[in-house]
């Protein structure tokens, strides 16, 4: 699943959850105001570039064997 260009803001929980499998590429977007801008578990190979991600509680979170490329975050 490929996420571009998208603006997430003032979600109660999180921003962008990823779950059990599913291989995403979140670029370009723009996440604010959540309790987590990205949530992965259980997928593996994720990448997460060029956001921004600004007044979240966490930026990002990665759990239970969860594995995401993470560069150029701003």
Do not use: H, Q
Request: glycine share 8%; charged share 15%.
């Amino acid at each position: 699943m490929i996420m571009d260009n998208n603006t997430l803001s003032s979600n109660r929980g999180r921003g962008i959850i990823v779950l059990g499998g599913i291989k995403t590429k979140a670029v370009n977007n723009s996440v604010s105001y959540n309790t987590y801008e990205i949530m992965y578990s259980r997928t593996a190979n994720n990448v997460a570039k060029y956001n921004n991600i600004y007044y979240n509680s966490y930026g990002m979170n990665v759990t239970d064997g969860a594995t995401v490329n993470a560069e150029y975050n701003y």
